[in-house]
């Protein structure tokens, strides 16, 4: 019971963190998650596969992310500015 509720408030304390984050910040983030994951399946725990996954996701997910910010930001001009008339 006590794991379960360290493992709850970590990630509502995660979740709290990550939504003053930009979409470029949370990308990076889970892509490096994501590509720890990966690189440590992939060779069996090794410690240099699981920091390179992590590098490489996390390069990847910035650019998705930043990706992401680009796009809410002319979507947003679009209808700030009157465009759609």
Known sequence: ???LLKV???SLLLATMLTGCTD???GTG???AGGAAV???VTNGNVVGTVVGAGVGGLIGNQIGGQSDR???YRHRYYRDNYYY
């Open 39 to 41: 690189g440590y399946a």
């Open 30 to 32: 889970v892509g490096a």
């Open 71 to 73: 796009d809410r930001y």
């Open 8 to 10: 709850s408030l970590g």
């Open 24 to 26: 470029r910040e949370v």
């Open 1 to 3: 019971m006590k794991h």
